[in-house]
């Protein structure tokens, strides 16, 4: 199949490629806890348990999580066994891309299923970002180490589905589909390595707490479970820059509610930011995907535009 993504160009070709076209399981979570040194780095507001919460949101997501957590900035999370801590949730999200003047949204919305990784979204492209006054919307449904796209256009029949290996995407799909992967989001906070706790607020009635920091990429891809390494290890490869800015909402709960992280793409030009937000909510929500059979998969060239 020619799925392919070239690294010439880099991440403006990756970004380029977004704008035009529009584009897992119960271990799931951090493997590490962090030492002395990373708690160390945690901002003094938030103490080094701000630092230990982010860095098990994904943990949380998932059911496996620590059922207390305590100091400054942290909140009592539930058991693993407590089918309030999340397992699956309803998903908004939306990724803005400023390139050449122009800034477009994708936005996508559907439902994931944090145990076993995998989802199913509607997204929707902006009349300019597919070249056209409109575009049918993509189906995606997100898997372990695999992206699904139905109504790809560029060539492919409106019956067929695209599959493609997230582990040879540069970006690892961060930004690719023009979704970030619900649980790779959450798994690239393992990767924090500083952490600032901004305080409580509300996020839709919700009472949250706001943390602010940078994940480095390259951690968060030696700590996410298995599932997701695969996917980070070929973004921290094809990065140049591994420092993702971001902020991130976690319910009383330690539930990740919201989180945004701020890709930056440079080489030879100039620097290009793309934003990306996942928005969960309606934990629990039942969730169905069904990967498409072999014979429904396009293994012919797509068009380049």
Not at 2 to 28: F, N, Y
Not at 162 to 189: F, K, Q, S, Y
Not at 229 to 240: D, I, N
């Amino acid at each position: 199949m020619v799925v392919r993504q070239h690294r010439s160009g880099g991440g403006a070709r990756a970004v380029c490629a977004l704008a035009v076209v529009g584009v897992m399981a119960a271990t799931a979570g951090c493997s590490g806890g962090g030492g002395g040194g990373d708690r160390a780095m945690a901002d003094e507001r938030g103490s080094a348990d701000s630092l230990y919460v982010v860095r098990r949101a994904a943990a949380v997501l998932a059911g496996t999580g620590p059922r207390t957590v305590r100091g400054t900035g942290t909140m009592t999370v539930t058991g693993a066994g407590d089918r309030t801590v999340a397992g699956s949730a309803e998903v908004r999200t939306s990724m803005e891309t400023a390139a050449g003047g122009t800034r477009v949204t994708i936005r996508g919305r559907g439902t994931y299923d944090f145990r076993h990784r995998t989802g199913r979204l509607t997204v929707v492209l902006p009349a300019d970002a597919a070249g056209a006054d409109e575009h049918r919307p993509l189906t995606e449904l997100l898997a372990p180490g695999a992206l699904y796209m139905m109504n790809r256009g560029a060539g492919v029949p409106e019956d067929k589905w695209v599959r493609v290996d997230t582990t040879t995407l540069d970006d690892g799909n961060l930004v690719t589909g023009g979704v970030t992967d619900p649980m790779t989001a959450a798994e690239l906070l393992c990767g924090a390595r500083q952490v600032t706790y901004l305080g409580r607020t509300e996020l839709a009635g919700v009472a949250v707490r706001h943390y602010r920091g940078v994940v480095d990429i390259g951690r968060a891809a030696r700590e996410a479970s298995p599932e997701s390494r695969g996917a980070l290890t070929a973004a921290a490869e094809g990065f140049r820059a591994h420092a993702v800015p971001f902020d991130a909402y976690l319910d009383e709960q330690g539930r990740l509610r919201k989180v945004r992280h701020r890709f930056t793409f440079a080489d030879k030009g100039p620097a290009v930011e793309v934003v990306s937000t996942t928005l969960l909510y309606g934990f629990g929500v039942p969730v169905s995907v069904r990967l498409p059979d072999d014979r429904d998969i396009y293994t012919g060239k797509i068009q380049q535009r």
